[in-house]
């Protein structure tokens, strides 16, 4: 995945979101046995782990701007575990079966994507594209109608991961992470079901 940073420390005006009953256990696309569950407090540090692990120390989240992102009101964090044994699953963090996270709130109309964080050895096997949709639907029940992220404009790999999943570049950002690298804003409008279905 590539660094997914907000944008503004700004408050703003938001809505809790809630995750319905999720499945216990689900194959994306057939691959690799995950489920998608909400974070649980226990989880915090392997989370931060992953983040270290996941992004360059500029990029990286400390324990407490981690914290600050993922107790935010209207913010909320899913987290991708590997099933029991984890079945020819990736490795994941030694003695825990976490894959990767998303941490997302909802602003007003727009969702926001603050960061998305998969384990390398999870990477390409449907965990990002998973925890991603399950964020915009949170996101899109919340009443968003667009959701927004960045990620440093050298970072090819997740520029190409999210057009694929339907953003577009919005703007450039200068100095964005750091003062020192430059994000891409990228947005993606949210399809809402036809009434009736």
């Given at each position: 995945?590539?660094?997914?940073r907000p944008?503004?420390?700004a408050?703003y005006e938001t809505r809790r979101?809630?995750?319905?009953?999720?499945?216990p256990?689900?194959r994306y696309?057939g691959?690799?046995p995950f489920r998608?569950?909400?974070?649980q407090?226990?989880d915090f540090e392997t989370?931060?782990?992953?983040?270290?692990?996941c992004?360059?120390?500029?990029?990286?989240?400390?324990?407490?701007?981690?914290?600050?992102?993922?107790?935010?009101?209207g913010s909320?964090?899913l987290?991708?575990?590997?099933g029991?044994g984890n079945?020819?699953a990736?490795?994941?963090i030694?003695g825990c079966?976490?894959?990767?996270?998303?941490?997302?709130e909802?602003r007003?109309?727009?969702g926001?994507?603050?960061?998305?964080?998969?384990?390398?050895?999870?990477r390409?096997?449907?965990v990002?594209?998973?925890?991603?949709?399950t964020?915009?639907?949170q996101?899109?029940?919340?009443?968003?109608?667009?959701?927004?992220l960045?990620?440093?404009v050298?970072?090819e790999?997740?520029i190409?991961?999210y057009?694929?999943?339907?953003y577009?570049?919005?703007k450039?950002?200068?100095?964005?992470?750091s003062n020192?690298l430059?994000?891409?804003?990228?947005?993606k409008?949210?399809?809402r079901?036809?009434?009736?279905t």
């Amino acid at each position: 995945m590539g660094g997914l940073r907000p944008g503004s420390r700004a408050d703003y005006e938001t809505r809790r979101c809630f995750l319905p009953a999720l499945p216990p256990l689900t194959r994306y696309n057939g691959g690799v046995p995950f489920r998608i569950r909400q974070f649980q407090k226990a989880d915090f540090e392997t989370l931060w782990r992953i983040d270290q692990a996941c992004f360059e120390p500029q990029l990286a989240y400390s324990r407490p701007e981690m914290a600050f992102y993922i107790r935010r009101p209207g913010s909320f964090t899913l987290v991708a575990e590997g099933g029991e044994g984890n079945g020819g699953a990736p490795a994941a963090i030694p003695g825990c079966g976490i894959l990767g996270f998303i941490v997302a709130e909802a602003r007003r109309a727009r969702g926001h994507i603050i960061t998305i964080d998969v384990v390398a050895d999870a990477r390409r096997s449907g965990v990002g594209s998973a925890l991603l949709q399950t964020a915009e639907e949170q996101l899109l029940r919340a009443g968003a109608v667009a959701v927004a992220l960045e990620t440093p404009v050298n970072n090819e790999p997740a520029i190409r991961f999210y057009k694929q999943k339907g953003y577009f570049v919005e703007k450039t950002v200068a100095g964005y992470y750091s003062n020192q690298l430059d994000a891409l804003v990228m947005t993606k409008e949210l399809a809402r079901a036809p009434i009736g279905t």
